[in-house]
């Protein structure tokens, strides 16, 4: 099913709403809805119910990978078994991974005759893929989570979570690089303004980030370059939601953009502004994370953890999820330009970004090749998966045709809580790769 199908089908539902009197919902409120009476319905046996509704979410937002296996759970009851194996066949050509034979309400689907090429491309989807190299390999403090990632020119720099700072990686381990002061929270993600020797950094503490307490804060860190100095501090203001900043990028004016990924928004700093803008509200996006400027930078494309990617007009705060392929994107957590990458086409050149995915199985990075237009996704190619230590990926960094991420962040030496599971985690791994000469 198109994008555009489910951008009617969006808009037929809210004239309906509308018509009865009632708020209209946003698509991300409808999805909410649909899933939650899918799930209300599977509990009270009432499975055309939850395949109805399901149905209905898959076409607001058709690039989620586990509302196909979940409606081909609910058709295979059903004895929908063909239908079930169509929507497997979906998931599994987004390059993911699901043993079957496992999956009590999946099974009966391995006696159907098309099965066995489903099951190829899932024996093709696990297989290693990538060359990569190992940048650092970090197992000092056991508390230090590694996030952000960011080049100034002199080499990467990685934002630490519970250890509240930023060091600098070198050959043999890390170097210490921000001056840290009596307020300095997790530091998420980052994103350099050489033109201005700025470095920003996503910035949040208290009670529900790992070794944090109290009172919770969030906002964007303003760092020199030259020596590692806080050089400013723009926090939200308190208005007694949560909110947590993940990600930032920067604009060529120098206007700041971050990614509110517990509240759902998305805010700007303008160059020289005083204080944080709210660019789009709560209710577009679940949960926001990387972020890629469109050219022109009057638009850019979102990743939305839950629903996959968006783009969002600058001057309005208008989002739609992108067209194109169903690649499964949901489950994106680094988003970014990859510009030095030439697809070598004719004509208008496409758009490169680099995606982490830590949301799928196996959890992977991504080159994707955008139209220029930056509304629909034309194809992917898997750069990395399915290799030793790529486990717990967080985000990367782009400098040239190189790409670095944190391949083992040690978010998964956390518990619910936040603390430590283990008192000696696994190192801190990131891995480095050079892009491809071409896509194919």
């Not at 997790?186 to 050489?194: L, N």
Request: charged share 20%.
């Amino acid at each position: 099913m198109s994008a555009r199908t489910a951008r009617a089908l969006g808009a037929a539902l809210a004239a309906l709403l509308l018509a009865a009197g009632a708020a209209p919902e946003t698509r991300l409120e409808q999805y909410q809805r649909l899933r939650r009476e899918a799930a209300a319905a599977a509990q009270a046996s009432d499975l055309v119910g939850a395949g109805d509704a399901l149905n209905q979410a898959l076409m607001l937002y058709p690039d989620v990978p586990g509302s196909y296996i979940r409606l081909a759970r609910v058709q295979a009851a059903t004895g929908e078994l063909d239908s079930a194996l169509h929507n497997v066949a979906i998931y599994a050509g987004m390059g993911l991974l699901l043993d079957i034979e496992r999956e009590p309400a999946l099974k009966a689907l391995t006696a159907l005759p098309g099965y066995a090429e489903v099951a190829a491309v899932f024996a093709d989807n696990a297989r290693p893929v990538g060359q990569v190299r190992e940048i650092a390999a970090i197992a000092g403090d056991p508390t230090f989570i590694g996030e952000g990632l960011a080049h100034d020119g002199q080499g990467w720099l990685l934002g630490v979570v519970s250890g509240r700072t930023i060091v600098r990686l070198t050959p043999t381990g890390t170097a210490p690089f921000l001056t840290a002061d009596a307020e300095t929270g997790a530091i998420f993600g980052m994103a350099v303004d050489s033109r201005r020797g700025v470095l920003w950094a996503a910035e949040a503490w208290g009670e529900g980030v790992p070794g944090g307490s109290g009172a919770t804060r969030t906002g964007l860190l303003k760092v020199s370059l030259k020596d590692g100095r806080i050089l400013a501090r723009f926090i939200l203001p308190d208005d007694g939601r949560k909110h947590q900043f993940g990600d930032v990028v920067v604009a060529k004016t120098g206007a700041v953009y971050a990614t509110d990924a517990v509240g759902g928004g998305l805010w700007r700093l303008k160059a020289g502004g005083p204080a944080l803008e709210q660019l789009v509200a709560p209710g577009q996006m679940a949960s926001p994370q990387g972020m890629f400027l469109c050219p022109g930078e009057k638009a850019m494309l979102v990743a939305d953890y839950s629903t996959g990617l968006h783009r969002i007009d600058l001057a309005s705060g208008a989002s739609a999820p992108l067209e194109g392929l169903m690649a499964g994107l949901a489950g994106t957590d680094s988003l970014l330009a990859a510009p030095a990458f030439d697809f070598g086409l004719r004509g208008p050149r496409p758009l490169a970004a680099i995606v982490t995915q830590n949301g799928v199985s196996p959890q992977r990075v991504m080159l994707l090749q955008i139209n220029p237009g930056c509304s629909e996704v034309e194809r992917t190619m898997v750069l990395a998966a399915n290799l030793p230590g790529l486990d717990d990926i967080s985000l990367a960094g782009v400098n040239g045709k190189e790409v670095v991420f944190v391949a083992h962040a040690r978010w998964d030496a956390r518990g619910a809580d936040g603390g430590l599971t283990t008192p000696t985690p696994a190192p801190i791994r990131i891995f480095g790769m050079t892009l491809p000469p071409a896509m194919f």
